[in-house]
């Protein structure tokens, strides 16, 4: 359960801590006192989207702190290695910065939002005001019975069926064009064959011809450059080279070798020194001599260049790229040649996959049908307890529409029905449910399907709008039910909710020093009993008031008592 809320400068929060208990926790206040707010915190604790605009004006960022404890083995602690401390606490830490970025911790170790969001929606769900609009919206009644129908063994069957079904769908698709559209393409693709095969492309041809351009628009002067080099080392017959210089002195220095030990080492040295200028000017005159220039030959590389330019403009952007495009219109050609063939294989492929998915949506329809009636008779059970006793609901089903009668989801259109009124037939919910039966049947609905699953605590934001009187009394009875197995945390305006709670905050707004300031009180039973005078009769409270409010505390608490096993 979430045991310790801490909020720092969130909208009119500076600061606050709240300390719930487990059960049923009320949260009251005047309308803009910050009620939403601690929801807020709430939410981003558990990974749900927030805005830089929540933080305190002139604050440096927003900072929410919760701890949860006596958590089960929740199946993300072990997918992600990490989990609540020897001692069971959960710590989790969010700050929002104003640049926009979150920096999140789970017992001071950073994580994701993305990984705070999963582990979130296994800690506790909130129901906010807004919910039962989703009610109204048709598409939200099969996720529902989904939910309630636990059919996921059955959706991730057929989903696999139909994926399958749809690829063959679309590559048949593909096939199935025609003739004259077959046509105009097999022309079109026989050409760029033959315009691409005449090129008789070659990779890397380009690279070569643009060095051998370069080479020849500057043969002149790499001639004059390459024959000054080889005279230099190799001379002429007017002068000796550097190789016969080198060698000349070798010789001189011979006789001294035998003399000198120094001179011994420099003949060594001239030595060396002579052999590698015979090498060089071997190299610079293999050079010379292996240059190879026909006349005319640059125009033909310009010519074949111009040529790749061009191709490349239609058809990729380098040689390469050209052949892979050449290979893919040789095999488009062959498929659309060979399409018909092509086509009746997939036919029956497809043919086979339909079949397989028409089974696996009918195994699918009939769990959710069965499950339907089951989630019939809870929602008319929850409802009775909720004072609509005379209520019926039902959930219809239509085939689905579209491409073979199914689409992702399955074979099913499902809308919720419902009679508010004896003798009134059954109309779909969006067109007769008033908004204090659309909060009622939202109330049951959840409160259904949190029985399947291991959340611990649940929020409800308002839910109650719409609601009063003796229905009131029935969704805070309601409430307090589903208290006694999940920590229940609840934002209302009615006293009959705020009474039946165990333990009551007040969320109150003040001005200090030129801001505005949001403070939550924990209420002891005299502080409750003027927070109830006031939902109840505003600000005038009297004697009467009080006592009446002390009587509703005094009747919840029986309640409670009566039904505490």
Known sequence: ???????????????????????????TGETGAGKSIVVDAIGAIIGERTSRELIRTGAKSALVNAVFTGLPPLAWFAENGC??????????????????????????????????????????????????????????????????????????????????????????????????????????????????ERARLQPGEEEELTDR?????????????????????????????AAALAAEAENALRGAARISTQAAELLEKLTELRCAADDL?????????????EPGELDEIESRLDV????????????????????????????????????????????????QARQAGEALSQVRRTRADALEKRIQRE????????????????PKSGAYGMDETGMDEVQFLM?????????????????????????????????NDQVGTMVFDEVDTGVSGRAAQKVAEKLADVARSKQVLCVTHLPQLAAMADVHFSVEKGERDGRTYTQVERLSRTRREEELARLTSGEHITDATLHAAGELLDGAEAYKQLHKN
């Open 1 to 27: 359960m979430l045991s310790l809320l801490h909020i720092e400068n969130i909208a009119v929060i500076q600061t606050a801590d709240i300390q719930f208990d487990g059960g049923f926790n009320a949260l």
């Open 419 to 451: 009679s508010a009124n004896v003798g009134e037939d059954l109309k779909p919910i969006q067109k007769i449910a008033s908004g204090g039966e659309l909060a009622r049947i939202m109330l049951a609905l959840k409160n259904v399907l949190a029985e």
């Open 83 to 196: 989990g609540p401390d020897e001692e069971g606490n959960l710590l989790i830490q969010r700050e929002i910065q104003p640049d926009g970025k979150n920096v999140c911790r789970l017992n001071g170790r950073l994580i994701t939002v993305s990984q705070l969001r999963q582990l979130g929606r296994q800690l506790l769900n909130i129901h906010g005001q807004h919910d039962g609009q989703q009610l109204l919206d048709e598409r939200c009644h099969l996720e529902y019975l989904d939910g309630f129908g636990a059919t996921e063994a059955q959706r991730e069957k057929f989903q696999a069926a139909y994926d399958k079904l749809a690829s063959l769908t679309r590559e048949l698709a593909a096939l199935q064009m025609d003739e004259a559209e077959k046509a105009r393409r097999m022309d079109n693709l026989h050409y760029q064959i033959e315009e691409l």
């Open 308 to 355: 790749l330019h061009r191709l490349k403009k239609k058809y990729g952007g380098s040689v390469e790229e050209m052949l892979d495009y050449l290979e893919r219109c040789r095999k488009e050609l062959d498929d659309i040649q060979f399409s018909d063939h092509r086509a009746a294989l997939l036919e029956q492929e497809r043919d086979t996959a339909l079949e």
């Open 213 to 241: 351009r370069n080479l020849l628009r500057n043969a002149g002067r790499l001639m004059e450059s390459v024959e000054g080099a080889h005279l230099a080392l190799s001379g002429d017959e007017e002068r000796d080279g």
């Open 281 to 293: 000017a071997e190299q610079v005159r293999d050079l010379r001599d292996g240059f190879d220039f």
């Open 383 to 398: 409802l009775a307890q909720l004072d609509m006793p005379k209520v019926r609901f039902q959930v219809q089903f239509r």
